[in-house]
């Protein structure tokens, strides 16, 4: 037996033992409905303002159109305006301390912003569901993918009650029942401090464009919180580096405020926060702010 031979025998032999075909170890195909494995945020829309942050913090290639008491919640947290410590623009919350959720009440980042976040995730895929484990907190969403409807009440707070089902390759999912609070108090959109109400409605559609790309079109209606309905990208990219799954993979746990528990003092946990905090100096919408 020549040697090609041998070597086919073998990737075969590894594909079957993988859970996959012998033509698609070989020919590097892929399965566009094997979303499973660890991904990382690549790329997500950005506002103009932002464009060298691109891969980092913001979400949206517009401005937000936002009602009343949305523009109110922005002008006080200067929604999409934070700086680096250059003074360069990031596309995230002016000043994210002594407002955002996260860091003054420890509440968890939830969907949708821990998805637009972009932390190293884990998806895991059984017959009845779709599991998307974040590295950050923890965080665990669950997709029933059985054919069951939304509860009238769902208890899921912080990552909703999703469903989802395919749409020849696509996986579309639905997702309700996410906690807002008043004036984004609780829980915020994204980075850049948008608020949403309970209202918010996410219809998600991923597509596995290429072996290692994950492609993420998001809806979000919630007129509570928007004059219209807005949209969102997001581009995932395989993460396999080793060093990284090492930190921040599926062996690794990350405690919200962590510090808190174990400092003895305000001033050695994180967050602690001293001095005054700037004014944003933008309103809420227009390109120009």
């Known amino acids: 037996m020549g040697k090609k031979a041998v070597r086919s025998l073998v990737v075969a032999g ?10 698609q170890a070989q020919t590097g195909s892929y399965d566009p409905r094997d979303l499973s494995g660890y991904w990382r945020k690549t790329v997500a829309s950005a506002p103009p303002w932002a464009a060298r942050e691109r891969q980092n913090f913001s979400m949206f290639a517009s401005e937000m159109p936002l009602q009343p008491w949305a523009q109110e919640h922005c002008r006080k947290v200067g929604c999409g ?30 969907f949708p912003r821990i998805l637009l976040n972009g932390g190293i995730t884990e998806i895991i895929q059984v017959p009845d569901r779709v599991f ?17 409807e939304h509860p009238e009440d769902p208890q899921r707070p912080w990552m909703g009650h999703s469903t989802g089902r395919w749409d020849g390759n696509t996986l579309a999912i639905d997702t309700v ?14 980075h850049a401090g948008t608020p949403h109400s309970d209202d918010l409605h996410v ?11 994950l492609d993420f079109s998001l809806l979000f209606e919630d007129p509570r919180t928007f004059t219209a ?26 405690v919200q405020c962590e510090d808190r528990i174990y400092a003895d003092r305000e001033n050695e946990a994180w967050p602690f926060f001293s001095g005054d905090y700037p004014v944003p100096q933008h309103p809420p919408a227009g390109p120009d702010r």
Not at 203 to 213: F, G, L, P, S
């Open 14 to 23: 590894l594909a079957l033992a993988w859970g996959v075909s012998a033509a």
């Open 229 to 254: 309905p807005i949209r969102g990208k997001v581009i995932y990219g395989r993460e396999s580096d080793p060093e990284e799954l090492a930190y921040s993979g599926p062996s690794v746990e990350y």
């Open 132 to 148: 998307m484990r974040f590295y950050i907190n923890s965080e665990m969403r669950e997709i029933w993918m059985d054919g069951r």
């Open 81 to 110: 305006r934070g700086v680096s410590s250059a003074g360069e623009p990031r596309g995230n919350a002016y000043y994210q301390g002594q407002n955002d959720p996260v860091m003054t009440r420890c509440a968890p980042y939830g």
């Open 203 to 213: 219809v998600e559609r991923i597509q596995r464009t290429e072996a290692d790309t």
């Open 177 to 190: 029942g996410l906690i807002g609070g008043q004036d984004g108090q609780y829980k915020w959109l994204d």
